[in-house]
């Protein structure tokens, strides 16, 4: 916890927020996983909104099975998806 000291009547925080009338936060100049992962969901959830108003459906994979979930809220089944071992390991670095 950061330690907060006295000047002059206001904390240094205080006058830090003052001075530069609420900076706006930097974002950083690298990526990370959270950024990546946060772009990707907002990316595949407006990707999902749009594909619903132009086609009225979407393909998706939904407790084992691929479906096409339609406009209205129903679900048809396409196909039962094969469970796999596989030997490699994703990794975002």
């Known amino acids: 916890m950061p330690i907060i000291t006295k000047t002059k ?4 925080r205080q006058n830090k927020l003052v001075r530069g009338k609420r ?19 907002q990316g ?3 990707a999902a909104v749009e594909t ?6 979407n393909i998706i994979v939904q407790d084992g099975w691929v479906v096409k979930k339609l ?3 129903s679900i048809e ?3 039962k998806l094969e469970k796999r071992k596989s030997n490699f390991k994703i990794v975002l670095d």
């Open 9 to 12: 009547g206001r904390t240094t």
């Open 23 to 41: 900076k706006a936060i930097k974002s950083p100049n690298y990526l990370t996983k959270r950024i990546l992962a946060q772009a990707a969901n």
């Open 44 to 46: 595949f959830s407006s």
């Open 52 to 57: 619903m108003r132009v086609l009225g459906y």
């Open 71 to 73: 406009k209205d809220g």
């Open 77 to 79: 089944k396409i196909s």
